[in-house]
């Protein structure tokens, strides 16, 4: 079996779990503050990848990355970087279509702390950040388990989007869930079932370990 | 001296009110504030926390000012660091007791006081999940107390105490808040939870 696809996979979702974790968090907490219609049509265009079928999303990215089209034309003239049928285009499609997943649970878990938590350290003297990092984000564990889980996973089993700007070049874009439509494509039935089963292996080894961590939350465990 | 002059808009059931204090807090005094169910006593401390803003409004603390919303004066609750005892008491569950007193202050031998003072010394390493109801609030309590704070807001802070341990509190209390210089204002509906904790009282009505 070739395995570079399922590393590639592994990688791509790795890449984008980290990239959304770092620029998810503050959106999230942004969003958890007071509404205002600006954070509803943001929250909104960020939650279209929850509902829009990946092919439309994935034909829009390929749209805008073209090199044809005039961000895809700046991307190229001045940093000499194509997003269409390439890795990093891969991880930029990932990190939009993968959004809500970061940012849904761990906004509602922010809002739902109580508010006199951070009025109380603030109280004490302590900054807006140092509350944030040493009240708020650590009674939120679960959630921030839960979302950091199911972004991995949901890129982990990415087709649709990935399939229009990537294609499915090997070794740079053909990822274990194109790798599978691939050989059933070529009648190649044993390799489809050795990804699809290290696929099921790996994503039912992360729901059970996020099961275990969250067994004494109050909530379900994917709350 | 502390001396209050704010007035906010507050919602109601009946519509928008207007909460309106006037008054000075001799140093040193412990107040009681009271008044009907949503006459807005919470949102009188959190606005001498500097949590909530009023519409118009000038505060001074021992000849600072603090809040003058004519002239744009506004500390932040960071640079008032009064200490303030929630309602609903605003514990981190991810602390133990003596972690949020550690959060409070760097002062090793004022938090083994404060643990001594509100009966707390075997429960140093349990988290809020794992106290009562009292044990929570007297929590709140010492949280509060390890700022040294020249000024103590205390909400409802003796509602869960059973009558022999709010009197020995009460007692000890009062001398750490002697100690310390802190005035007190303390929220509360029962004349009898501050009864020989008070030195006076205002009365707080919506307009």
């Known amino acids: ?223 | 001296m502390i001396e209050v002059k704010v007035s906010k808009k507050i919602k109601t059931y009946k519509g928008i009110s207007n909460l309106t204090v006037e008054h000075s807090f001799p140093q040193f005094s412990i107040t009681k504030v009271f008044g009907p169910s949503g006459a807005g006593k919470t949102t009188f401390l959190k606005i001498i926390a500097g949590l909530l803003k009023p519409e118009t409004g000038v505060l001074t603390v021992n000849g600072q000012t603090w809040l003058n919303t004519a002239e744009k004066i506004n500390w932040s609750p960071q640079e008032r660091r009064v200490g303030f005892v929630f309602q609903d008491y605003a514990l981190f569950p991810n602390m133990t007791v003596l972690q949020h007193l550690k959060y409070a202050t760097a002062d090793p031998a004022l938090i083994q006081r404060l643990l001594h003072l509100g009966q707390m010394d075997s429960f140093a390493d349990h988290r809020p999940a794992h106290l009562s109801g009292g044990q929570q609030q007297r929590l709140a309590i010492l949280r509060a107390l390890a700022l040294k704070p020249k000024l103590l807001l205390l909400d409802e802070a003796f509602s869960a105490l059973d009558d022999e341990l709010r009197e020995t509190l009460i007692a000890d209390l009062k001398s750490i808040l002697k100690e310390f210089g802190t005035t007190t204002i303390i929220v509360s509906h029962h004349a009898k939870e501050t009864e020989n904790f008070v030195e006076r009282s205002l009365k707080i009505e919506l307009e």
């Open chain 1, 1 to 223: 079996m070739e395995w570079t696809p399922i590393w590639l996979s592994l990688k791509l979702a790795a890449i984008t779990t980290f990239i959304l974790l770092i620029i998810g968090i503050p959106i999230a907490y942004w969003l958890s503050r007071r509404s205002s219609w600006v954070k509803v049509i943001f929250e909104a265009i960020l939650t279209m990848p929850l509902v829009l079928p990946p092919s439309v999303l994935g034909f829009y990215l390929l749209l805008t990355f073209s090199p044809n089209g005039p961000i895809g034309k700046w991307l190229l003239e001045y940093f000499n970087l194509s997003l269409v049928f390439s890795f990093e285009g891969l991880v930029v499609a990932s990190v939009v279509y993968s959004f809500p997943f970061m940012i849904s649970p761990v906004k509602s878990a922010l809002a739902h702390l109580p508010a006199s938590l951070a009025e109380a350290s603030y109280t004490m003297g302590k900054s807006k950040l140092e509350t944030f990092y040493r009240v708020l984000l650590p009674n939120i564990k679960s959630s921030l388990l839960t979302a950091t889980v199911l972004t991995f996973a949901h890129t982990l089993g990415e087709f649709g989007v990935v399939l229009m700007i990537g294609g499915k070049l090997e070794g740079v874009t053909k990822v274990a869930s194109i790798a599978i439509y691939d050989a059933v494509d070529n009648n190649q039935y044993g390799q489809a079932h050795q990804y699809s089963l290290v696929l099921f292996a790996i994503t039912f080894v992360i729901v059970v370990l996020v099961f275990v961590f969250n067994r004494n939350s109050s909530g379900g465990p994917l709350e």
